[in-house]
């Protein structure tokens, strides 16, 4: 089974800083790759599929880039609705892998 | 609008089974893949199984194998997950998750409110 690791576990950083989320599959899984948002006490919900689209309603200042290997999630300008822990998905085929998470808050 | 509502989560000693139900609108049910996810207490996301929409080919993580059967009654819009010979670690909420695609191989876009599963003594 591909194993998902992601980077770093946890970050902090103030209002408008550039936010970059790492997540690296040991093998390659081509652009499989999702990116879902968690905020604290809510459920789920998916902000980029195929390593770069961007699913409808979700702000522009996220972004995904990456394939085969390594993918990262970029927040362009960090906003205080953004505290959350993100996680990516390999889905190229079963298991559906998540990466462990990233914890993202405010400085 | 897209509602997943899942039932049939509680205490349960470990050994037990339990079975959870999913009821899903807003949606042509059959024609998308779906799954359970769950989540321990402060911890991540578990990925669990996945019915396909259009063969209902199943997957399984290898922690629940053997144990758990998800299955779906695409007449009722409904989706279940059987539970057997539960064990400690198995204590979570379980999400019902609905993919973008019917093949299993998709990402998921609508997740329901969850259901918390405890197996304890």
């Known amino acids: 089974d591909i194993q998902m690791t992601q980077s770093p576990s946890s970050l902090s950083a103030s209002v408008g800083d550039r936010v970059t989320i790492t997540c690296r599959a040991r093998?390659?899984?081509?652009?499989?790759l999702a990116w879902y948002q968690q905020k604290p006490g809510k459920i789920p919900k998916l902000l980029i599929y195929?390593?770069?689209t961007l699913q409808s309603g979700v702000p522009s200042r996220f972004s995904g880039s990456g394939s085969g290997t390594d993918f990262t999630l970029t927040i362009s300008s960090l906003q205080p609705e953004d505290v959350a822990t993100y996680y990516c998905?390999?889905?190229?085929?079963?298991?559906?892998?998540f990466g462990p998470g990233t914890k993202v808050d405010i400085k | 609008e897209v509602q997943l509502l899942e039932s049939g989560g509680g205490l349960v000693q470990p050994g037990g089974s339990l079975r959870l139900s999913c009821a899903a609108s807003?949606?042509?049910?059959?024609?998308?893949?779906m799954s359970w996810v769950r989540q321990a207490p402060a911890k991540g996301l578990e990925w669990v199984s996945t019915v396909s929409g259009s063969d209902g080919s199943t997957y399984y993580a290898d922690s629940v194998k053997g144990r758990f059967t998800i299955s779906r009654d695409n007449s009722k819009n409904t989706l279940f997950l059987q539970m057997n010979n539960l064990r400690a670690e198995d204590t979570a909420v379980y999400y019902c998750?609905?993919?973008?695609?019917?093949?299993?191989?998709?990402?998921?876009?609508?997740w329901g409110q969850g259901t918390l599963v405890t197996v304890s003594s």
């Open positions: 093998q390659g899984i081509s652009n499989y």
């Open positions: 195929g390593a770069s």
């Open positions: 807003g949606f042509p049910f059959i024609n998308f893949a």
């Open positions: 998905q390999k889905y190229n085929s079963a298991p559906l892998t």
């Open positions: 998750a609905k993919s973008r695609s019917a093949i299993a191989t998709a990402a998921t876009n609508y």
